[in-house]
């Protein structure tokens, strides 16, 4: 097996992997940076954000109020100190995205204009047109270009971690045009693998986000974190759940029932107002609008279609004008995907799977409890979203926390020594045999579709907007028999060179691993939170059990052990969430509380 | 679930370890009226023959990976209708002038080299701290280079441009548009330094002016435009030459 010894190997290289990789070179020109991932970089799933990224801009804003957001977004369940580090690092890393030549839409003055975006108070979403992820990732790609020292590993699919002497040592990856295996060996592995939409039935989420990089990680000891908490985005395509951006709303669009009324006003999100408001109605946060499109659907006032029910997303009063210059891409995937011209028609909508709030447990130094490894982007769970995010706090998590775990990665792999070559190289060869097995497997007849598809109709009921213990038990006990019969997939390529379906077998493993943690991270969290909430007798949040992170561990063919770590409070104790009218009353009581608690 | 109609896929098969050459295979199609292509490749590949290799992922437009010939014209699989192809058969090969891997999978190793060649990143004009803040640049400003800088690396514009395909060092409609995004952005002083290569033999000079990359250009990048107007800046490049020692571009 050819080997390449690195200092720091990055997995994926989106974003966040990408971010991390820059600021590795800058900051030590002489470490090696080996960036793998399996696609090229420009085709990560980053590519499909659409609406912005958050930082405090304007003057009238401040960082108290973008980090009182971001933890009654969540619920309560983020870890403060580390939301208190994301907003005050976040304009820092804006600033340097425009040096690096990203096209910020901008105001007449030329200055970077920022928009309104669900759940935040006061407008700060940097944006691009409606294709801020787009441009963000080819800024990051290109400007990566700059340094000598990142090697890239593309379309290279990353097999296992190596692990050896209670430390990460490297990864094993198949280059995907050959089939050949690489031994990446390195002193400090940063997993940025994005998230894992993919185990549910529909969802926004691009082929490739398989939660590869989460599975790894988990199937080496480290817990997931907050893994019930999945975001389903309530504006999608319906039959692809392809994404219209919140943005949308944030421009002034509305949700409209069959009646054409605004329904969100009978859900605490009122009163609707013919302008957007801040935090109120359509710009209220992911899961309280998705949660409203369910209740709806049971009133009967959602609107039959070929794929399911939706309610209208109305753009028409925004004028084409306007809808060209700041949502052209929604303009042209309304008519070119529905036949929809969204300046004459409103389009037509309901919630997908859009987001993995949860993922490997890292510190706010993106460290891993397995010396050397990190995680930073979706894959990871730093602790900034809670069970629920706010729209736009992702893409700019990918930065800060992109820069955090290139700088941290770095320094440990400064202070450490390549471990022993032999073992590595032994344990690569047993990495190698195990992903091989998987073409060379006897006949077992089970079809890697078959199987994905169950899984992801099972999660979607069970583990869907609203849940039941009875639903997320057959969910739990569905998962278990498709892991039993994942043993006998088989597979009609057994060749080597670009053989895709090898690489969607293995991609199954890894999906059905992380689908598991998420339903029995479910089932065991007894109340409502966030995007987590339940029907049978637990509707309410409950502080005095469940003010926890939920951590689930890894048990091979058996089911995972849910155990449950603190969440850092600093400056906000659990309050109502509330939002519309209510919410800013609620706000003015909050900041008494916060002042008391401080004293 | 809406009405169901069937049709035929051709596909042109290439697998390294099996044939010497590309042989057509035929697949029967169920499909329904808002199916893509690539959609029905993925009913191929996950129901009839799993060994179809091709790329996808976004399903949207924006990652550009499942760029292939459609009955003989460059498309993006996610963004072309069965529908619309009705009655078919429909012909589906790798893109055209690039090397096949297997099936519809092209290599994009050149396409890569070639952007990494041309500096693709801002080389600032005037040097700015991140306290100083970001750059003005008015909407005008970003006007003027942002539709290039829409160019999502599918590579249709080399599948569809002539010249590339009788000479594959041709630097190419995509690479020289984002070229031209960056000596276009007010925030950059590279110009000089990129103009070498667009000077050179393989830069806009080989470009035949047919037009055709920006006809199939899924983000109206239109790199035709692009080429076009360094042909200008390298005309003047290469006047100002003559009049002054050095050289000097404005």
New interface residues.
Partial sequence: MEIFRADVAIVGAGGAGLRAAIAVAESDPTLSIALISK??P????T??AEGGAAAVTQAHDSLAAHFHDTVAGGDWLCEQDVVEFFVGQAH?E???M????C????T?????NVRAFGGMKIERTWFA?D?TG??ML?TLF??S??APSIRRF?EHFCADLIVDEGRVQGVVAIEI?TGQFRLIQAKSVIIATGGAGRVFRENTN???VTGDGMALAYRHGVPLRDMEFVQYHPTCMP??G??FTEACRGEGGFLLNKDGYRYLQDYGLGPAEPTPRNKAMELGPRDRLSQAYWHEKQKGRTIPG??GEVVHLDLRHLGEKKLRERLP?IY??AV???GVDPAHEPIPVLPAVHYTMGGITANAKTESSLPGLYSVGECSSVGIHGANRLGSNSLTELLVFGKVAGVQAADYAKRTAHGNDRTIASLAKDAQRRAESVVSRPSGGE???TLRREMAKSMEDGCGIYRTAATMQATCETLAELKHRYRNVQ???K???????WLLAIELGYLLDVAQAMAHSALNRRESRGSHQRLDGFEARDDANYLAHSLACYRGADAPRIEYGPVRITSSPPGTRAYGAAGEEADRKAKEQEVAYAK | ??NSRHIEIQVLRY????ESEPVWQSYDVEF?D?MSVLQGLQHI???L???L?????????????CGMMINDKPHLSC?TFLRDLMPGPVRIEALAHLPI???L?VS?DGF?KK??GIK???I?KEP?T?EQ???????A??ER??QY??C??CMLCYAACPQFGLDPDFTGPGVLA?LHR?NA?S??GGRDERMQIVNAEEGVWSCTAVGYCSEVCPKHVDPANAVNQNKVNSAKDYFLRLLTPKGVSQ
């Fill in positions: 696609v090229y420009m085709r990560s799933h590519v499909a820092r804006m600033v340097q425009e040096h690096w030549g096209p910020w839409s901008r007449d003055d030329g200055h970077a047109a294709k787009f441009h080819h290109q400007t270009i700059k593309d045009a691009g082929g490739i039959g692809t392809l994404l070929p794929h891409q042209e995937l070119e995907y529905l079809r890697i579709a597979l009609d390529d060749s080597k060179a670009w053989n895709t379906e | 679930m809406p697998r390294p370890e099996q329904t808002d590949k996950d129901d023959d799993g060994s290799s091709f790329r996808w992922s976004c399903r949207m437009a924006i990652c550009g990976s963004q891997e297997r099936d999978v994009v890569v952007l990494e693709p990143y801002i600032p700015r991140l803040g970001e750059y003005l640049q008015t909407p400003q970003l280079f942002e800088a829409s999502i690396n984002l960056y952005d925030r950059d």
